[in-house]
């Protein structure tokens, strides 16, 4: 196992933002925001049924939306939640389309 104390030159600094925090922002920027409602819609639904998860993302794209500010640790996990659930659009639609051939 690394012994961490030999990277404390490594490591962020106390309330340093991390450096792909930025490129999350952007992506979830280039999300038409009737996609991103769309994506809160279904977010809220399973925040309902208890899934932490959609729970912490609800606020935070609520927040987003609302142009309020995010800890890096937010968005970076919104980024990633909502990459993970345009994908799994795509695939779904995709899969539907060559059903339909």
Do not use: C
Request: aromatic share 6%.
């Amino acid at each position: 196992m690394t012994d961490l104390k030999s990277f404390d030159n490594e490591f962020l600094e106390e309330g340093e933002a991390h450096p792909t925090s930025l490129p999350a922002e952007e992506f979830i920027n280039s999300i038409p925001i009737g996609v991103l409602q769309k994506l809160l819609i279904e977010l809220e639904e399973k925040a309902k049924e208890g899934n932490k998860i959609a729970q912490v993302n609800t606020f935070a794209l609520k927040k987003f939306i609302n142009k309020d500010k995010l800890t890096d640790r937010y968005i970076m996990g919104l980024a990633w939640t909502l990459l993970t659930m345009i994908t799994e659009i795509e695939q779904n639609r995709s899969k539907n389309n060559k059903k339909n051939e």
